[in-house]
């Protein structure tokens, strides 16, 4: 193999984070920390494989980090970063990169900007790093007085990937071997290489204590997106009008149903009650119980969203399509959006209200009844 190879690092037991989960493997923003630096290299043109380095005790938590990733199989890491590095350069040798990048799986903040300024930078040297200069005064001390001052200028934070052409980082590892240096460019300096500087990124700091991880999801401006979808099908009866979307349309039918059959607004609620993890309609209201018969589903709908502001969430918008061949939808698709707008108190620029027939095929083209699909989506 040629090409450029990034190592993620997470062989720590993570323990010292004080968390459920070791830090390398908690959710930030919906995902694992390690999900999210796999994903930084992944979606890099210039990456072609990533590879990552884990704890012995974690490979549960690392399939699940990975799901669905086309990534080979992680290597197992040791005690000390230098041993787990090591061990991750030794298991590329026959697939010979030129290039390899390694980084701390706890910095999930990785932009591809950070990755490109140290690929460009190892085109002049063996060796790069992104780094920031200090900006705080330094002191020395116990914690409780202050024995000393540093001079600031000319020191600086070493954040990673740190990149390297293969042959250059494996042979200094070799060299360093029983040595416990916390990164990889004092592996290299002691080794005679020249490392470069470039210009690191404040987000892509180490998620070390806990409050860093609230720090880390500071970033995500967008929240935790989630979707969730709904469908329902009612079928028509005798009457002489139909309640969809909340609106009561007059018709040569009626819909058969425990509740007012309003097949628009159920399947919206179960699209909010899906994109929450919050079962369905029937779980919350059970047919089986009195208390719904004949009731307006704009109650189920207003209880759908006010679990999603219970659980701190708000809803982005939603969509539905309602499905028949009769009643005409278009002249009442306003007077819809903003009744579900009403109902859960968001704007109506966020409410889609679409109809489509079957071309009279299936049972919606027979006109036995009404279907509606819905998708909602909720952040947090
Ligand atoms: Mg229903």
């Given at each position: 193999m040629s090409g450029t190879v990034a190592l993620v690092v997470g062989a720590g037991e993570g323990r010292r984070f004080g968390g459920e989960l070791p830090k390398q493997y908690s959710l930030l923003a919906g995902l694992p920390v390690m999900r999210r630096s796999l994903l930084a290299f992944l979606s890099h043109p210039e990456v072609t494989a990533v590879k990552a380095v884990i704890h012995p005790n974690h490979w549960d938590l690392y399939q699940d980090a990975a799901r669905g990733l086309n990534l080979p199989d992680p290597v197992i890491g040791g005690a000390q970063r230098q041993v787990s590095v090591f061990r991750g350069l030794e298991s590329l040798v026959a697939d010979k990169p030129d290039k390899v990048l390694i980084h701390d799986a706890a910095r999930p903040l990785l932009s591809g900007a950070v990755i490109s300024r140290v690929l460009a930078a190892l085109e002049d040297a063996p060796g790069a790093i992104p780094a920031l200069a200090v900006a705080d005064t330094l002191k020395r001390g116990d914690g409780k007085t202050i024995s000393g001052t540093f001079e600031r200028q000319g020191l600086w934070r070493a954040q990673t990937p740190q990149g390297f052409r293969f042959a250059d980082i494996l042979n200094a590892h070799r060299q360093m071997e029983g040595e416990e240096l916390t990164d990889d460019a004092a592996v290299a300096e002691r080794a005679g290489l020249v490392v470069a500087m470039v210009e690191g990124a404040e987000e892509n700091f180490k998620v070390t204590q806990p409050g860093d991880l609230g720090r880390a999801e500071l970033f995500f401006g967008a929240g935790d997106v989630r979707t969730g979808m709904g469908f329902d099908v009612h079928r028509f009866a005798d009457g002489n009008q139909v309640m969809l979307c909340g609106i009561n349309i007059a018709h040569d039918h009626g819909l058969e149903g425990?509740?007012?059959?309003?097949v628009g607004l159920h399947a919206l609620t179960d699209a909010i009650l899906g994109a929450i993890g919050a079962g369905d309609i029937g779980s919350h209201f059970p047919p089986t119980d009195p208390q719904w018969k004949g009731v307006a589903s704009d109650v189920f709908l207003r209880h759908a969203g006010e679990l999603v502001k219970d659980g701190g969430g708000r809803i982005s918008n939603l969509d539905v399509t309602l499905i028949c061949e009769a009643p005409k939808i278009g002249p009442h698709r306003d007077a819809m959006r903003k009744r579900i707008a009403q109902i859960l108190e968001i704007a109506e620029a966020r409410i889609g209200v679409k109809a489509t027939t079957t071309e009279r095929l299936g049972f919606t083209g027979r006109g036995e009844g009404i279907a509606a699909q819905a998708v909602a989506t909720v952040i947090f």
């Open positions: 425990h509740s007012d059959a309003d």
